[in-house]
């Protein structure tokens, strides 16, 4: 595949009134992971349900490795780990019945898993560390395991492109190393990623690129080059200049 995994053009959304993006355009290549930064209200939630397809932009178009985005969701391109409180955790399902839903578009209409499928999931849950809780109810993990199903779910899918949103978010540190690692590996492997976080100190060491978004694109680039105070200031509102350098 020579098209980037993710090409998001000039792409404007609105509830409404309400602009919730603007002219946002960014690429994600396969084999990278590009960590998307900003504020509560910033569009990040907004980017993720239009590069999913579940929001059709007013402007603007979403491409995945060249597929729109209904015809990437049918060749099972897209892996999605949501955040927490998006999910009903009193349903009763195990763990494994969630990862094993990754194997859905490769069962056919009986939904009746093959030796092929129960070893992928097999492999996904041994690749997150979930092995010894796959016949657990999904609702009874801890936060941190409970993102790791949905990891393994994307990685059973056998998905290309991942969204991560929030997946460091109410997590123990041994989790989140975990997941760390997981997404590396992915990445390795050829994935591309396209990663939500508060977490502004993780970026530079989990990602290849950083997205500033305040409803726009503010900055894109390496981490280095996106994480500086004055960019920093624009889409966060946080000052962290010495107070000699602060306007």
Known sequence: ???????????????????ALEGVSLTVPPGRICGLLGTNGSGKSTLFKTVVGTITPERGRVRLHGSTPAQARRRGLIGYVPQSEQVDWAFPVR???????????????????????REAVAEALERTHLTELAHRQIGALSGGQRKRAF???????????????????????????????VLRSMRDEGHALLVSTHDLASVPGLCDEAVLLQRR???????????????????????????????
């Open 1 to 19: 595949m020579n098209s980037p995994a993710v090409s998001v053009e000039d792409v404007t959304v609105r509830y409404g009134d309400v602009l």
């Open 95 to 117: 763990v494994v019945d969630v990862v094993m839903m990754g194997r859905y578009g490769h069962m056919g209409i009986t939904r009746r898993p093959r030796r092929a499928d």
């Open 151 to 181: 990891v393994a779910r994307g990685i059973a899918q056998g998905a290309s492109v991942f969204l991560l949103d929030e997946p460091f978010a109410g997590v123990d540190k041994r989790s989140e190393a975990t997941i760390a690692d």
């Open 217 to 247: 694109v503010v900055a894109n680039g390496a981490p280095d080059e996106v994480l500086t105070p004055e960019r920093l200031f624009e889409a966060f509102g946080i000052d962290i200049r010495p107070a000699g350098e602060a306007a």
